[in-house]
């Protein structure tokens, strides 16, 4: 061919990465052992497994299947480890992470030339973006190791920590795991996915090259049924950090409900790529390609449905299948290529199978005219158009190349469209004008929203879902909370000790130092009833629900007696059911609109709050006495401690803000904090206010709505708080309260689709059913294991953790320039 010919035709020739640098590191190693406290060693079972590459369907090496066996022994030296490295300064971590930083970089080639060979994606991706993006995630969680104990002060490491990740992006995915776990003091043991061990086991050489000490990482291949389940229930892990698939995600919350260990959990999705008829449409093309067909759509971000503003519609359409057709697929590691290998034949299938089906709803499929190889496993780019929003493949995560595409007309109907999924873990908004996407960006039930730029990801970033999603977040300063606890957890208990009603009624027979209601009610009135007051009744003061801003009286149409501590009936409330918790989830949700009010109006409403029960803090004292039998002195100091928590909440209410991110872009990625949704509560037994107040307050300061259970011995305190609301401006529907059982109400609302997390202060049994409950929909929960708090501390009652279990942060990715 001569260059005039080259020139006028402009094609590509081949440009291919040379595969023998790797093949020959694999050839010289495999099979492949584990690595447990720094040594290579065989598997019990003696067994390994194929690695495959998906571009020839060939054999590139075998792992070790490791079982419980290898699981107990990574433990156990993950938690010796644990002992000398979770109290190593911050610099000496920051030491390490930094000398893993460096040793990526100097096997970078290596490691894109592994990782193209054993997961099938492009040379281009891995070589451009998986491992810059893994060393850049070491180096600055190397600095969070070396700011924990100025920035992070009130908190420990959380212990050892067991690690489960996908194929898609495996040595990045490793990275997003180990290094802020690492840094915040933790020790791991790392499960690879099954089709993609490699480049975990080059890491591996590389935690041996800088000596890390023995224990602190640990890595086991093998099969998910031996090494992921076992992980899953070992009882010396202290939290698991999952990325996969909903489905698993949501087996593993119900493994590990009531074991008191840690959860993150980081899911599926299907985001939404919105564009509206001002957008820059060349810009948006290859947005579109890089939104699905990155990594073949093996991306649990990808923008796998496009949805476009009628007008622009069929020019995008047009425009994109011109782009498609020019798309290269092939060899991954031919530098020229855009698209490579589907991970599995399995996978491949399912994507053919998800593809077949929208053909068969009615949708219109689009591929180029060109073919894909036949050896390996690839699938062409493919585009629906004419996609009702209900069908499968509009809903289902496909996990492939594979777009689908629906338009809407205005921008409220875009949102309603974005929102409408199961999922939320990221969008992207394509715009000119900055106003609009601005606006949107708010409204989408998302953990990342990108504006007019897609699947954009940094360490000082936090990523993670909304939703079924899953819940916690990788990179920021807000992953890092996911490998810390408070340090007061492991303090001694409180030494308290509460008088519960029925527990204590026999021992306690000394009269309560208050009289009893009834004899109140007539202060005053003695000489007007003239001596008949004995034989009065009291006037009834059963207390309602308080749903939707009224007083409802309860769908059971029972009531519930309230004892004090000799046994004695103070009062009734009403015998909440299932019926009355869905009107409660049904006014929460109504009330939405809280949340995009301002902050001020919140710390506003929770000062007249305060202010209100100032007003009556003897009479809520006296209620306290009534109910638990403590001195006055002490429930004087329970609503004052009540009061200040409300003045703390409305302090915050404008002031927990979020954090302008730094990513290495002309831009910047702000995070953040947004309310949860509806949020269900159970409230302590202890401290009938202040436990009612602790939770309610920072709930509400956030732009929740909520449902709440009071103390079911003490339900007083709040019942009296109705007043208190209706006359604080509090806009109907934003509290809700529902007495009766505990648990029985509490299961309810953990199962409750609408809910979008649940709070419950109880035993370890009723935790565990809230967090088996709440798998359902994978709802956000926060439980406290049966363990005691101290609620008139400040530390332990109040403050940051409060303020982030009200909310999830979103990052919303704004670049600049033109
Ligand atoms: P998967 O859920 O099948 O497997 C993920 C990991 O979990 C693998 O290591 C697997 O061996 C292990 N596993 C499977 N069953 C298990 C069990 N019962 N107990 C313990 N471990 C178990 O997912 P996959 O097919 O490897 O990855 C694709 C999925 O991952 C997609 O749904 C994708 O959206 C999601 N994903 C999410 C993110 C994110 O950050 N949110 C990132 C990448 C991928
Ligand atoms: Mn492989």
């Given at each position: 061919m001569s260059v005039k010919e080259i020139f006028e035709t402009m094609e590509y020739g081949p440009a291919p990465e040379a595969a023998a640098p790797g093949l020959a590191w694999i050839q010289e190693r495999t099979p492949f052992n584990l690595f447990i406290n720094n040594q290579w060693v065989k598997p019990a079972s003696g067994q390994y497994i194929d690695s495959i590459n998906p571009a020839t369907g060939k054999r590139l090496a075998q792992v070790a299947a490791a079982t419980s066996a290898d699981v107990d022994a990574a433990v156990a030296a993950a938690r010796a480890a644990f002992e000398t490295w979770s109290k190593a300064p911050g610099h000496v971590r920051a030491r390490y992470i930094y000398a893993i930083a460096r040793h990526i970089q100097k096997h970078a080639r290596l490691l894109a030339v592994l990782e193209s060979l054993d997961n099938g994606k492009p040379i281009r991706e891995t070589r451009d973006i998986d491992i810059p993006l893994v060393a850049r995630h070491f180096y600055y969680h190397a600095g969070w190791a070396q700011l924990m104990e100025s920035e992070l002060p009130g908190y420990q490491s959380v212990g050892v920590v067991g690690q489960i990740i996908p194929w898609n992006f495996p040595l990045l995915m490793l990275a997003w795991k180990i290094a802020p776990a690492l840094a915040m003091g933790n020790t791991v043991v790392l499960k690879p996915a099954r089709y993609t061990s490699l480049t975990a086991l080059k890491f591996a050489e590389i935690v041996q090259e800088i000596g890390l000490p023995p224990g602190v990482v640990n890595i086991l291949t093998g099969e998910a049924s031996q090494v992921g389940e076992a992980l899953v229930q070992h009882p010396g892990i202290n939290k698991i950090a999952f990325t996969g698939s909903t489905d698993v995600g949501r087996s593993i919350r119900r493994a590990t409900a009531g074991s008191g260990k840690k959860l993150s959990l980081e899911l599926g999705g299907k985001s939404p790529f919105i564009v509206f008829d001002d957008a820059d449409l060349d810009s948006v093309v290859e947005g579109v390609v890089d939104a699905i067909w990155f990594n073949q759509g093996q991306v649990c971000c990808a923008g796998s449905r496009l949805l476009v503003q009628e007008n622009i519609a069929d020019r995008l359409i047009e425009k994109l299948r011109e782009r498609m057709e020019h798309l290269r697929i092939g060899d991954p590691l031919d530098k020229a290529v855009d698209i490579g290998a589907i991970v599995s034949p399995g996978q491949l299938k399912e994507i053919q199978r998800l593809v077949n089906t929208g053909v068969e709803e009615g949708a219109v499929m689009w591929q180029p005219s060109w073919a894909c190889p036949t050896e390996g496993y690839f699938f062409p780019p493919t585009l629906f158009t004419n996609v009702s929003p209900a069908t499968t493949i509009a809903q289902v995560?496909?996990?492939?190349p594979v777009l689908v595409s629906m338009t809407f007309r205005t921008p409220a109907e875009a949102v309603e469209l974005a929102n409408n999924t199961r999922y939320g873990l990221a969008a992207s908004v394509w715009s000119e004008n900055i106003n609009l996407a601005l606006d949107v960006a708010p409204k989408l039930k998302a953990g990342t929203v990108w504006i007019n730029c897609t699947n954009l990801f940094d360490a000082t970033s936090g990523f993670g879902g909304y939703r079924e999603s899953g819940f916690g977040r990788e990179g920021g300063k807000e992953g890092l909370y996911e490998y810390v606890r408070p340090k007061w957890e492991t303090l001694e208990a409180p030494a308290k000790e509460f008088h519960i009603a029925g527990e204590s009624a026999s021992t306690n027979g000394s009269k309560p130092a208050v009289s009893a209601d009834e004899d109140r009610e007539f202060e005053g009135g003695e000489q007007l009833l003239d001596g008949y007051t004995p034989m009065l009744p009291a006037i009834d003061r059963t207390p309602k629900m308080f749903i939707g801003g009224k007083q409802t009286r309860p769908d059971s149409g029972y009531s519930r007696d309230v004892y004090d501590p000799q046994g004695q009936v103070i009062g009734q409330v009403g015998e909440g059911n299932r019926k009355d918790i869905r009107n409660a989830v049904e006014a929460a949700h109504a009330a939405g609109g809280w949340a995009a009010g301002t902050t001020h109006n919140r710390a506003q409403i929770l000062y007249y709050i305060a202010e209100n029960l100032s007003v009556r803090e003897d009479e809520f004292a006296r209620r306290i006495v009534q109910q638990t039998g403590r001195s006055y002195a002490d429930a004087a100091a329970e609503v004052q401690a009540a009061i200040s928590r409300l003045f703390s909440y409305a302090a915050w209410a404008d002031k927990y803000e979020g954090a302008v991110h730094r990513p290495p872009l002309r831009g910047v990625a702000l995070a953040m904090p947004e309310a949860i949704g509806v949020i269900g509560m159970a409230c302590p037994e202890e401290y009938p206010l202040l436990g009612f107040v602790s939770l309610v307050a920072p709930a509400i300061a956030m732009g929740n709505t909520i449902v709440v259970i009071p103390s079911q011995v003490a339900p007083l305190s709040a019942t009296d708080c109705y007043q208190v609301l209706e006359t604080s401006d509090l806009p109907a529907g934003v509290v809700n309260i529902v007495t009766g059982d505990r648990d029985l109400l509490s299961q309810v609302l953990a199962e409750h689709d609408d809910v979008d997390a649940m709070w419950y202060f109880g035993p370890a049994e009723g935790c565990k059913r809230v967090e088996l409950a709440s798998a359902g929909n994978m709802k956000r929960t926060w439980v406290s294991y049966g363990h005691p708090r101290d609620w008139m501390d400040t530390v332990q009652g109040e403050g940051e953790e409060f303020l982030r279990e009200a909310t999830q942060v979103k990052n919303v990715w704004v670049p600049y320039g033109e």
């Amino acid at each position: 061919m001569s260059v005039k010919e080259i020139f006028e035709t402009m094609e590509y020739g081949p440009a291919p990465e040379a595969a023998a640098p790797g093949l020959a590191w694999i050839q010289e190693r495999t099979p492949f052992n584990l690595f447990i406290n720094n040594q290579w060693v065989k598997p019990a079972s003696g067994q390994y497994i194929d690695s495959i590459n998906p571009a020839t369907g060939k054999r590139l090496a075998q792992v070790a299947a490791a079982t419980s066996a290898d699981v107990d022994a990574a433990v156990a030296a993950a938690r010796a480890a644990f002992e000398t490295w979770s109290k190593a300064p911050g610099h000496v971590r920051a030491r390490y992470i930094y000398a893993i930083a460096r040793h990526i970089q100097k096997h970078a080639r290596l490691l894109a030339v592994l990782e193209s060979l054993d997961n099938g994606k492009p040379i281009r991706e891995t070589r451009d973006i998986d491992i810059p993006l893994v060393a850049r995630h070491f180096y600055y969680h190397a600095g969070w190791a070396q700011l924990m104990e100025s920035e992070l002060p009130g908190y420990q490491s959380v212990g050892v920590v067991g690690q489960i990740i996908p194929w898609n992006f495996p040595l990045l995915m490793l990275a997003w795991k180990i290094a802020p776990a690492l840094a915040m003091g933790n020790t791991v043991v790392l499960k690879p996915a099954r089709y993609t061990s490699l480049t975990a086991l080059k890491f591996a050489e590389i935690v041996q090259e800088i000596g890390l000490p023995p224990g602190v990482v640990n890595i086991l291949t093998g099969e998910a049924s031996q090494v992921g389940e076992a992980l899953v229930q070992h009882p010396g892990i202290n939290k698991i950090a999952f990325t996969g698939s909903t489905d698993v995600g949501r087996s593993i919350r119900r493994a590990t409900a009531g074991s008191g260990k840690k959860l993150s959990l980081e899911l599926g999705g299907k985001s939404p790529f919105i564009v509206f008829d001002d957008a820059d449409l060349d810009s948006v093309v290859e947005g579109v390609v890089d939104a699905i067909w990155f990594n073949q759509g093996q991306v649990c971000c990808a923008g796998s449905r496009l949805l476009v503003q009628e007008n622009i519609a069929d020019r995008l359409i047009e425009k994109l299948r011109e782009r498609m057709e020019h798309l290269r697929i092939g060899d991954p590691l031919d530098k020229a290529v855009d698209i490579g290998a589907i991970v599995s034949p399995g996978q491949l299938k399912e994507i053919q199978r998800l593809v077949n089906t929208g053909v068969e709803e009615g949708a219109v499929m689009w591929q180029p005219s060109w073919a894909c190889p036949t050896e390996g496993y690839f699938f062409p780019p493919t585009l629906f158009t004419n996609v009702s929003p209900a069908t499968t493949i509009a809903q289902v995560e496909i996990f492939g190349p594979v777009l689908v595409s629906m338009t809407f007309r205005t921008p409220a109907e875009a949102v309603e469209l974005a929102n409408n999924t199961r999922y939320g873990l990221a969008a992207s908004v394509w715009s000119e004008n900055i106003n609009l996407a601005l606006d949107v960006a708010p409204k989408l039930k998302a953990g990342t929203v990108w504006i007019n730029c897609t699947n954009l990801f940094d360490a000082t970033s936090g990523f993670g879902g909304y939703r079924e999603s899953g819940f916690g977040r990788e990179g920021g300063k807000e992953g890092l909370y996911e490998y810390v606890r408070p340090k007061w957890e492991t303090l001694e208990a409180p030494a308290k000790e509460f008088h519960i009603a029925g527990e204590s009624a026999s021992t306690n027979g000394s009269k309560p130092a208050v009289s009893a209601d009834e004899d109140r009610e007539f202060e005053g009135g003695e000489q007007l009833l003239d001596g008949y007051t004995p034989m009065l009744p009291a006037i009834d003061r059963t207390p309602k629900m308080f749903i939707g801003g009224k007083q409802t009286r309860p769908d059971s149409g029972y009531s519930r007696d309230v004892y004090d501590p000799q046994g004695q009936v103070i009062g009734q409330v009403g015998e909440g059911n299932r019926k009355d918790i869905r009107n409660a989830v049904e006014a929460a949700h109504a009330a939405g609109g809280w949340a995009a009010g301002t902050t001020h109006n919140r710390a506003q409403i929770l000062y007249y709050i305060a202010e209100n029960l100032s007003v009556r803090e003897d009479e809520f004292a006296r209620r306290i006495v009534q109910q638990t039998g403590r001195s006055y002195a002490d429930a004087a100091a329970e609503v004052q401690a009540a009061i200040s928590r409300l003045f703390s909440y409305a302090a915050w209410a404008d002031k927990y803000e979020g954090a302008v991110h730094r990513p290495p872009l002309r831009g910047v990625a702000l995070a953040m904090p947004e309310a949860i949704g509806v949020i269900g509560m159970a409230c302590p037994e202890e401290y009938p206010l202040l436990g009612f107040v602790s939770l309610v307050a920072p709930a509400i300061a956030m732009g929740n709505t909520i449902v709440v259970i009071p103390s079911q011995v003490a339900p007083l305190s709040a019942t009296d708080c109705y007043q208190v609301l209706e006359t604080s401006d509090l806009p109907a529907g934003v509290v809700n309260i529902v007495t009766g059982d505990r648990d029985l109400l509490s299961q309810v609302l953990a199962e409750h689709d609408d809910v979008d997390a649940m709070w419950y202060f109880g035993p370890a049994e009723g935790c565990k059913r809230v967090e088996l409950a709440s798998a359902g929909n994978m709802k956000r929960t926060w439980v406290s294991y049966g363990h005691p708090r101290d609620w008139m501390d400040t530390v332990q009652g109040e403050g940051e953790e409060f303020l982030r279990e009200a909310t999830q942060v979103k990052n919303v990715w704004v670049p600049y320039g033109e």
